[in-house]
């Protein structure tokens, strides 16, 4: 069974419901048997752009669906849902994660991303370093690095 996961694009028609930047997951689910009340997701076409939708199947119609926000002042979506522009039924959302991946994928957001990549590269290489660079001075006094640290600590007793 497929899921896809969307953000809820900058809009108050399905508020309280779902709100602005909610993570939401989208199930694949047959359109023969979806009913009045379902959630849906679906592409539309406005003003020549094709978005993704996601509201409520208010009525059952010829040929498909009619669509609306839950917002009670939301109007009945223009477009008929049909099983051309289906794309799943609403399985459940996260406020939390939904800001969490608005921000990842806002330029602070990439900016936060890619110096905690670089700091995190760096610690890695320093730590690693000093080991490193024992065993090549070791080395090259051509000493193997188990037998130079030992003969650093070595006693003798008279």
Known sequence: MGFKFYNLANTKSMEPDLKHND?????????????????V?????????TITVTHKIVEQVDGGFR????NPN???????LTKDNYIGKFAWSSPFLGKIFAF??????????CVNAITLIAIIYLLKRPTTQK???AKSQGA???????????IEVQ
């Open 23 to 39: 993570l939401i997951v989208v199930k694949k689910f047959d359109f023969n048997k979806l009913a009045v009340g379902d959630i």
């Open 41 to 49: 997701s679906f592409k539309s076409t406005i003003d020549g752009n």
């Open 67 to 70: 669509t609306k926000g839950t």
């Open 74 to 80: 939301a109007k009945v979506d223009p477009n008929i």
């Open 104 to 113: 990842t994928k806002s330029v602070p957001g990439i900016i936060t991303i």
């Open 135 to 137: 065993a090549k001075i």
């Open 144 to 154: 193997d690095t188990r037998t130079r640290q030992c003969t650093q600590y070595r």
